[in-house]
């Protein structure tokens, strides 16, 4: 049975999978955030995780660069805290990875329900799900680049969108009741402020996930430092960017609570009819495409590198004729699809379909930072000849920003989202089980030298 991945991407390429990984987060999901803490509040919120993420993404890349490994942050914590270390990680970036499609399936449904309004959501996210799906498994290459042409264009949509919206933009509509605290909103400023990190985090969640794709890449220490920075300084400004100039294209609270804040932004300053609108919706699917397919092809690495190492069944590991893990593919969309018609149960916790699927993304995504900068700590200790190309800058300084602050929106996740933060930890009880059960498919895996640091 092959396990061997091709190596087959550029820079260009794996710039596009980071960016388009996280592009979607600028079209939707954010928003909500302002439901939570205002435009203010939620600027605050978004300052503190960008200056996560920078951090973060500088120490990561020493991490990616010295272990170029399918399983990312699995590999990492594998190799610094041993099997159980890289359970913790492996599961909660599965569940990032997992949990974050579904909302932005959902999303491309409410993008082209604008246009369509008889068109079925659901029934359009689940269309996306098989379309892209099978892109993914067609091969690596193909699909890398379908990823770059997409997030390429919609980068140039967004920017399209503050030119046509700057006309109408005004600073006092997005200073106006910008603290949460009124009765409107019924949460104290510095709450809301930690609230909406959640919603923060989505501005950048999966950038992490191009790692995933180092086994993938002509010399993984040279093209990803590159892929990185310059994918981590394209985000920042456009998240920025877009929700400044969305909160003064008009009333900031009708954006709040919807998946298409852009369209009925520019909606206020434009009409309905304008032609400008119908393009927005159209090129703006392509973000939403980018992250889709992009975090298709991160979720199906991470299922294909614990299977080849035992923590999950082996025949998720298996290699299609395309040389593509295609059992992962599939497995990770049918759970996908089982997730978007959950949300009659979802309700019943008093959160939309969307905000529950980014929530428990995010609870996935910062566990695995945590364990990401805790094995950046060990391995500096404990291997110090290990080759590093990338050598985080500012070490112990800048990693340590990245693992306070990370510990920091894990304890407000917690405090406020305390149901699906039990779900979580019911997943990932569950993956312990397994994974105590299972030691002797452990031990028929493969070696890996990468895994264990044994050359």
């Known amino acids: 049975m092959s396990t061997q991945l091709k190596s087959s991407l550029g820079t260009m390429h794996l710039w596009g999978i980071a960016v388009g990984l996280v592009i979607s987060g600028e ?27 920078v951090s973060f993404i500088f120490s990561f890349t020493e991490l990616t660069t010295a272990i170029p490994h399918a399983g990312g942050p699995f590999a990492y914590s594998r190799r610094a805290f041993g099997e159980t270390g890289g359970l913790i990680a492996g599961l909660a970036t599965l569940i990032e990875f997992v949990f974050a499609p579904p909302a932005i399936a959902m999303a491309i449904g409410a993008y082209l329900n604008v246009q369509f309004p008889a068109l079925d959501p659901k029934l359009v996210a689940v269309g996306a799900y098989i379309v892209f799906m099978g892109l993914n498994i067609v091969g690596i290459t193909i699909a890398a680049t379908f990823e770059l042409i997409v997030t390429i264009l919609a980068v140039i949509e967004l920017l399209v969108f503050m030119g046509v919206v700057s006309p109408g933009f005004s600073f006092s509509n997005f200073v106006l009741n910008g603290w949460a605290g009124s009765s409107e909103f019924g949460l104290p400023a510095i709450s809301g402020i930690f609230a909406a990190i959640p919603f923060a985090i989505w501005f950048f969640l ?3 996930g191009a790692a995933m794709a180092a086994e993938e890449a002509k010399d993984p220490q040279r093209t990803i430092p590159k892929a990185y920075t310059t994918g981590i300084l394209t985000l920042v400004l456009l998240a920025f960017g877009v929700m400044i100039f969305a909160g003064g294209a008009g009333d900031w609270t009708k954006l709040s609570n919807v998946n298409d804040p852009l369209p009925q932004a520019m909606k206020m300053v434009v009409g309905e009819h304008s032609g400008w609108l119908h393009m927005l919706v159209w090129i703006g699917l392509f973000g939403l495409i980018a992250s889709f397919h992009g975090i298709i092809l991160g979720y199906s690495r991470q299922f294909f590198a614990l299977a080849r190492a035992g923590y999950l069944p082996a025949g998720l590991a298996k290699l299609s004729r395309f040389q593509t893990p295609h059992r992962a593919i599939i497995t990770g969309g049918v759970i996908g699809i089982g997730s978007i018609y959950s949300d009659s149960l979802i309700n019943l916790q008093g959160m939309s379909l969307t905000a529950a ?11 695995m930072y945590i364990m990401s900068m805790l094995s950046l700590f060990k391995l500096r200790k404990t291997e110090p000849t290990l080759q590093r190309p990338f050598m985080a800058p500012g070490f112990p300084v800048v990693p340590g920003i990245a693992l306070v602050l990370a510990v920091i929106c894990l304890i407000s996740m917690a405090w406020f989202n305390p149901v699906i933060g039990l779900i979580f930890l019911g997943f990932m009880a569950a993956g312990y089980a397994y994974f105590s059960l299972t030691a002797m498919q452990r031990s028929r895996a493969p070696a890996d030298a990468l895994l264990s640091g044994k050359k």
């Open 27 to 53: 079209y939707f999901g954010w928003s909500y955030g302002w439901g939570t803490a205002g435009t203010l509040g939620f600027l605050i919120a978004t300052i503190l995780v960008a200056a996560m993420y």
């Open 206 to 208: 999966a950038i992490e």
């Open 357 to 367: 699927m980014i929530t428990m993304a995010v609870f996935g995504a910062i566990v």
